[in-house]
């Protein structure tokens, strides 16, 4: 078997055990019987599965290092900013942070996991979550998981941010403008067995439709699907700049004009005023923009008004678990935390034009 392809479910396959008896007995813990054992490491040699690993005693002590599941660090800022508030966290604790970047392969975040396992790490944070099993393999491994963001159904201590209410607050700006005919863009919703068979991939989507929907609702606003344009934003190379050009281009074109948009990302904001300005319309004078994460937002023309995701508190927040758990020396009931975002007004908003 190609030593650089072997894996922890290779092992246990060749073994007849779980992935979970396999780290036990790289851990040389007493609950796996004489039989196992040696099943386990006879399926080891055959495999050359981190020989190293067997012979220094997987997490004989504490590191204090945290292993760093990244989904991916471009184009979006939002990983960066969660990275580097775990990092300076770390840092004023004395810990260290080892961050791996998955590039939105599962099969990447399973060769970290992996990696970290070797490196002894205490802890694993997912920025990110991608698949289900692999978190699985992590805990199984006796790792303690924080999950940030969008959370599996795993049982672990969470991270996220409330997605409904920075939205609502900002369509509830645009409304306060004098906006009525306010634009959707973002990625497409799921639907009730969506959210049932993949909740930690589709809640934020779901929050931030949710948001938009009910305070036009609130405000006795009808809903006009003219104005709602639902794309796969974040599946593409440039995780939805382009797409949210054509997007705005569609907007254009459809003879309803909107007089506000809001896009549930800066990238996607960034493709709405590139279209804008292509089609010599003026920000905010002929249509004002909103975009969600505060990432790029300062750096747009004109400014962007934007909810601010608060990425690196998530960081810091997730380590703070970490030290926290190991300081207490004791099982506790995983922590959910959840963190406000807020509406940082700029240039791209502004009063409703008034028809002469």
């Known amino acids: 078997m190609n030593k650089k392809q072997v894996t922890l479910k290779d092992v246990a396959r060749l073994a007849g055990v779980s992935t979970a008896t396999v780290t036990r007995v790289l851990r040389n813990e007493s609950l796996v019987t004489e039989k196992t054992r040696k099943r386990v490491e006879q399926a080891i040699q055959q495999t050359g599965y981190r020989i190293n690993i067997v012979a220094q005693g ?24 969660v990275a580097l508030g775990a990092e300076q966290e770390a840092l004023y604790h004395g810990w260290s ?24 790490v205490d802890a694993i944070l997912f920025t990110t979550p991608l698949c289900e099993e692999n978190v699985r393999i992590a805990l199984e491994a006796g790792l303690m998981v924080i ?102 281009q569609k907007l254009l074109r459809s003879g309803k004009r909107p007089d506000a948009v809001f896009a549930t990302s800066d990238i996607i904001a960034a493709g709405v005023l590139q279209a804008l300005y292509a089609a010599h319309l003026s920000i ?10 505060n990432t790029y937002s300062p750096y747009l023309s004109p400014p962007l008004t ?26 506790e009931e995983p922590t959910h935390i959840r963190l406000t975002t807020r509406l940082v007004v700029r240039g791209s908003t502004g009063p409703r034009k008034r028809l002469s």
């Open 97 to 120: 942070i080892l961050a791996f970047n998955v590039q939105h392969d599962p099969e990447r975040e399973r060769l970290g996991i992996e990696t970290f396992i070797q490196r002894r």
């Open 147 to 248: 999950q940030v963001e969008r959370p599996t159904t795993l049982s672990t201590p969470t991270v996220t941010a409330d997605n409904y209410a920075g939205t609502v607050e900002a369509i509830e700006h645009l409304i306060a403008l004098g906006h009525r005919r306010i634009a959707y863009l973002g990625e497409i919703p799921p639907g009730p067995a969506e959210r049932k068979a993949q909740p930690h991939q589709n809640r934020i989507e779901h929050e931030r439709f949710s948001g938009y929907c009910d305070t036009l609702a609130h405000h006795q606003i009808p809903l006009d699907t003219e104005l709602i344009v639902l794309d796969r934003f974040y599946t593409s190379a440039d995780n939805g700049l382009l797409a949210g050009y054509h997007a705005m």
């Open 58 to 81: 997987l997490r004989a002590r504490q590191t204090k290092t945290i292993g760093h599941i990244l989904q991916g660090t471009a184009p979006n800022p939002f990983f960066i900013g």
């Open 306 to 331: 934007t909810v601010e995701q608060p990425m690196e508190q998530m960081g810091r927040a997730a380590v703070q678990m970490v030290i926290h758990h190991f300081q207490q020396h004791q099982q």
């Open 284 to 293: 905010p004078e002929d249509i004002s923009v909103v975009g969600f994460d």
